[in-house]
């Protein structure tokens, strides 16, 4: 499996993202391309995702670059694509009715993990126009409204609604989590996850208490 990221101003941040995966013996491949706008994001996420399919791996994990953390290896499912998910509808609280019923806190999709077949990815991209968006678009909103179709169009896509893989920190509640032999478990879903997102600039003071 390859690990993906998009990083167009390393710094401290972005450095620790990496090597959280180096760490675990993930290989990860870096868009560091200028900075054009999320559509461009997107498509330069699709051109990777071709690339690494050339050059013989099947499987991948996106995740955003400056505010992630990879506390532990994990497997990605074979047959199809698992977003991480987060408390709040953002962009756009509109599109929050239009998903189906789920009873964990997690429930809307974050574009800021996903991961599965590269072969999915790409179908997913092409066939839902996520490698086609202008350079101001949205990518988060596209996430979902894409989501929302391919699941109402059979497309095999799911969201990690319990955290199983991904884990969004922002709107955290202490109470939800707890450190254990300096690994985060939620105790909400009763899961460790590997993925940490500290998403919407969310503090990263945590971390100081699994390395």
Not at 56 to 85: I, K, M, W
Request: aromatic share 14%.
């Amino acid at each position: 499996m390859i690990i993906i990221t998009n990083i167009y101003s390393p710094n401290v941040r972005t450095q620790q993202t990496v090597d959280s995966f180096v760490k675990h013996g993930y290989e990860v491949a870096v868009n560091a391309d200028s900075y054009k706008g999320n559509g461009q994001v997107l498509k330069d996420l699709f051109a990777c995702f071709n690339r690494a399919v050339s050059g013989g791996h099947v499987l991948f994990t996106y995740t955003d670059g400056a505010d992630t953390y990879c506390q532990h290896r994990f497997n990605v499912p074979e047959n199809y694509l698992l977003f991480s998910v987060e408390k709040a509808c953002y962009p756009h609280t509109w599109v929050a009715e239009k998903y189906p019923p789920c009873e964990s806190k997690w429930k809307y999709l974050n574009g800021g993990g996903y991961g599965g077949p590269l072969e999915l990815a790409i179908q997913f991209f092409e066939r839902y126009g996520l490698n086609q968006l202008p350079n101001d678009a949205n990518g988060q909103h596209d996430y979902m409204i894409a989501y929302l179709q391919a699941i109402k169009d059979g497309f095999p896509i799911k969201l990690d609604t319990q955290c199983e893989i991904f884990q969004t920190m922002a709107f955290a509640d202490p109470t939800e989590f707890i450190v254990t032999n300096k690994q985060l478990v939620n105790v909400v879903t009763d899961t460790n996850p590997a993925i940490l997102h500290f998403n919407g600039l969310t503090t990263m003071e945590i971390l100081k208490q699994l390395k």
